[in-house]
């Protein structure tokens, strides 16, 4: 994606200024022209594509024993939907069976250690619309969360946390060095919000003490003990308003709901201008040269910031109108 994205070109300040792709009911507004994000940079199967990989091995707990990020050709051979993938995690046959069970199992070891170290496990159902060829709704469900979902999320929040970890290194190897980074980061919840969520839990017997509140693993027995309950979807709901909203900046204060120290946005140039930054700033990193200095990763974690806000509100907006 960044080979086509040069810096000042019509193309990037385009894709500066939406900073995002906003995904409407019946519609997605793209960052990047459909004949790049559909076409060129997309992984379709039986094509070879240039991407920008991160190549992890890992052991049997889950721990990271190596890793490499490099310029790659990807040859695809499948395109999945999430049902098809999930359908192949229940026990339907395909010719590459046992890598997608493989990954599965992967994931599911990454998810377990996620939770035992601390992440928060905020599982909301998502609506979805069946709209008639006008464009309106005739039915609303309530979308089913797969863990063909849950494989895919893992594996990224395992790069994107390996590249900000990697840059660390870096750091560490040259500590009076200048190596600023664009990192996605998550303060602590709001501890006033939080204590009405408390209130709320009393009426069901639940009750925490105030100085726990401030523990990821607090929230999660929250979670868990209103799962099932009528108000689950209340006090999930309560709990997220609670949060603080996670925004893009050059200073690390880690990432609290996903109980990381260092997080940053890798996976998904194709639809965010910051993986775009983050590419940039690690390929520059790679030849030893300088990138990105930290003023203007402040100003760009703003701006990316405020149109991720901006996307989020239409996102709900647009449930909102279907509903």
């Avoid at 377990?112 to 998502?126: L, Q």
């Avoid at 990821?216 to 006090?235: A, G, M, R, W």
């Avoid at 993986?275 to 402040?298: F, G, M, P, T, W």
């Avoid at 907006?317 to 509903?323: A, F, G, H, V």
Wanted: with cysteine.
């Amino acid at each position: 994606v960044t080979h086509y994205l040069k810096v000042g070109s019509a193309l990037d300040e385009e894709a500066h200024s939406r900073a995002t792709s906003i995904y409407l009911v019946d519609r997605v507004i793209p960052m990047l022209p459909e004949r790049l994000s559909n076409g060129v940079c997309s992984l379709r199967p039986n094509e070879d594509k240039l991407c920008y990989s991160c190549f992890i091995e890992v052991d049997s707990k889950g721990q990271v024993r190596g890793y490499d990020i490099k310029e790659t050709v990807i040859h695809s051979r499948f395109r999945f939907s999430y049902e098809e993938a999930q359908q192949v995690l229940d026990g339907n046959d395909h010719e590459i069976a046992s890598q997608i069970r493989t990954a599965a199992e992967l994931a599911q070891i990454l998810l377990d250690k996620r939770f035992r170290e601390g992440a928060i496990d905020f599982d909301s159902p998502e609506p979805r619309f069946r709209l008639n060829e006008e464009g309106k709704p005739v039915e609303v469900i309530l979308k089913k969360r797969l863990f063909a979902h849950r494989l895919i999320e893992e594996c990224m929040l395992l790069a994107n946390r390996t590249v900000a970890e990697h840059v660390q290194h870096i750091r560490e190897k040259s500590p009076k060095a200048d190596y600023p980074f664009f990192y996605r980061i998550h303060d602590k919840p709001d501890e006033k919000k939080l204590l009405d969520v408390l209130e709320q839990l009393k009426p069901l017997g639940i009750y925490f003490e105030e100085e726990e509140l401030s523990r990821p693993s607090t929230i999660n027995h929250i979670l868990t003990k209103v799962k099932d309950t009528p108000l689950e979807y209340i006090i999930n709901g309560l709990t997220l308003r609670s949060m603080a909203k996670a925004v893009y900046s050059p200073d690390n204060l880690g990432h609290f709901g996903l109980g990381f120290q260092h997080y940053a946005h890798f996976t998904s140039p194709i639809r965010r201008y910051p993986d775009v930054i983050v590419h940039r700033i690690l390929k520059a990193y790679a030849k030893e040269q300088k990138s990105y200095d930290i003023n203007l990763l402040r100003k760009e974690g703003e701006h990316c910031s405020d149109r991720e806000r901006v996307a989020v509100d239409a996102e709900r907006d647009s449930i909102k109108l279907k509903q």
